[in-house]
């Protein structure tokens, strides 16, 4: 009986992959091995596919680069995805059992109206960690829009969308 395929990693500057394998053993393709041994050892960061999305919450806000938008504020809206396993609600129909979404919205609406930002991408990072903390949201995505920035010869609109995973503590 062959030894088994022995696998040694050495992470330094580069990633070395060294092999030692058991006498007759053919190995054809080393990175192909590598691959399969570490996709079967990553954990997943998918757990489910359940996701909630509130779309279209406009919010009055002072984020901008100009004083203008930092005095006179301006509308912005805000989509989000909130992915969460949703199994248990949908079998005990009981909003104990899952997120409420009320709270979550109203911290928003707080953070548009007390904080002044001059970028729109902070006031995006704000909004997705607002968006991670119930426990039950393991990944948030968000898009903030500034509905009518005041950019001459532009009349788009201007947005930045984020996406993050909950952190392992």
């Known amino acids: 009986m062959a030894k088994p395929l022995m696998i040694k990693l050495t992470i330094g500057g580069s990633?070395?992959?060294k092999f030692k394998?058991?006498?007759?053993t053919k190995i054809s393709n080393p990175r192909r091995i590598f691959c399969c041994i570490v996709m079967d050892r990553m954990p997943s960061t998918k757990k489910h596919?359940?996701?909630?999305?509130?779309?279209?919450?406009?919010c009055y806000g002072y984020t901008g680069a100009l004083p203008e938008e930092q005095i006179l504020g301006?509308?912005?809206?805000?989509d989000i995805r909130l992915w969460f396993d949703m199994t248990q609600p949908a079998q005990t129909d009981c909003l104990a059992d899952t997120l409420d979404y009320?709270?979550?919205?109203?911290a928003?609406?707080?953070?548009?109206?007390?904080?002044?930002?001059h970028l729109i991408e902070t006031l995006a990072t704000a909004i997705v960690d607002l968006c991670l903390r119930p426990d039950q949201v393991q990944r948030a995505?968000?898009?903030?829009?500034?509905?009518?920035?005041?950019?001459?010869?532009f009349t788009g609109q201007i947005s930045?969308?984020?996406?993050?995973?909950?952190?392992?503590?």
């Open 15 to 17: 990633l070395k992959i």
């Open 21 to 24: 394998r058991a006498i007759g």
């Open 49 to 58: 596919q359940d996701c909630l999305h509130l779309s279209g919450i406009r």
């Open 74 to 78: 301006q509308w912005f809206e805000i």
């Open 102 to 106: 009320r709270p979550l919205l109203a």
């Open 108 to 117: 928003i609406t707080e953070l548009m109206q007390q904080q002044r930002f």
């Open 141 to 153: 995505a968000i898009r903030v829009t500034k509905l009518a920035p005041p950019v001459p010869n």
């Open 160 to 169: 930045v969308e984020l996406e993050r995973d909950r952190q392992a503590p």
